[in-house]
């Protein structure tokens, strides 16, 4: 029902925020307890939210036959089962915020509200078609998340890359969602392609992604990064650009290649070069 290879949009950038924090000076990270801590926090998350996502939507993927055939629908899986795994994986979540305390209680007094507003995206296409951008920010928070568990702080690095992640999210799921974009009309729900069609929506993701880039140049100076960081973007930005390729108005049958393959090539590749910058700076 949730496949480990989601978590690899968001887990690199919670990696990348939190090796960008230890990177400035004023925090020191002892033995393994926080970064199991961040992997606790971004496994129990990105579970909790999915399947609370199957759950509150098994009706609606039953109508839609481009999803009839989840687990829920197709009965393989008992609801119950579905909502208590969700329980625990929130639990899971929360837990990984207590691996922070005594020193830094931020990230289990915020656990709370960012479960809220992660389980909440789920209900989001009912009532705006910034549902997109629901799911940006709930994933773009995750390495300012990781900064503050780090740092006890947020400035403008953590904002600067949270940013980015919530518009390349929201452009690749707008890219994701155009096609249900039939069936989210006669079903009643609210997103970017029902609303402004295909070939419109298309154009918002690419605007998107590219101010996802353009943030990602400012936090390159900002930090400051060096050359490895900026070819990395570079790289990025054409990969981005080969996503949109192979997503048309009058050809969706790439958007899955677009969705998985790209985009979690684009989230461990900056995760990689941003590693590898920051340890030429510091020979």
């Excluded at 999915?50 to 509150?56: D, L, T």
């Amino acid at each position: 029902m949730i496949k480990f290879s989601h978590t690899l949009f968001a887990l690199p950038f919670a990696l990348m925020g939190a090796a960008l924090a230890v990177s400035r000076p004023g925090v020191v990270v002892h033995g393994v307890k926080p970064w199991l801590g961040i992997g606790l926090c971004m496994v129990g998350a990105r579970s909790a939210a999915m399947a609370f996502n199957r759950v509150v939507d098994r009706r609606i993927d039953a109508a839609n036959p481009r999803t009839a055939s989840r687990h829920l629908p197709a009965g393989t899986l008992k609801t119950s089962g579905v909502v208590v795994f969700t329980v625990i994986s929130c639990m899971v979540f929360i837990a990984g915020t207590a691996l922070f305390l005594p020193e830094n209680p931020w990230p289990l007094r915020l656990s709370l509200p960012v479960l809220g507003w992660l389980l909440g995206y789920s209900l989001a296409k009912r009532f705006t078609s910034l549902a997109h951008v629901w799911l940006g920010i709930a994933l773009g928070m995750a390495p300012a998340a990781a900064w503050v568990a780090l740092r006890g702080e947020l400035t403008i690095e953590p904002v600067l890359l949270g940013l980015a992640v919530a518009l390349w999210v929201s452009g690749f799921d707008i890219l994701y969602a155009c096609q249900d974009y039939e069936f989210d009309q006669s079903a009643g729900l609210h997103s970017i392609p029902a609303r402004f069609g295909i070939a419109k929506s298309l154009r918002i993701a690419a605007w998107l992604h590219a101010c996802m880039i353009s943030l990602l140049v400012v936090l390159g100076i900002v930090m400051p990064m060096g050359a490895i960081f900026f070819l990395g973007l570079a790289a990025a930005a054409i990969l981005l650009t080969y996503e949109h390729r192979l997503v048309r108005p009058e050809d969706l049958s790439k958007v899955n290649q677009a969705f998985f393959q790209v985009n979690i090539v684009i989230s461990i590749g900056l995760l990689v070069v941003t590693l590898i910058d920051l340890a030429v700076q510091g020979l």
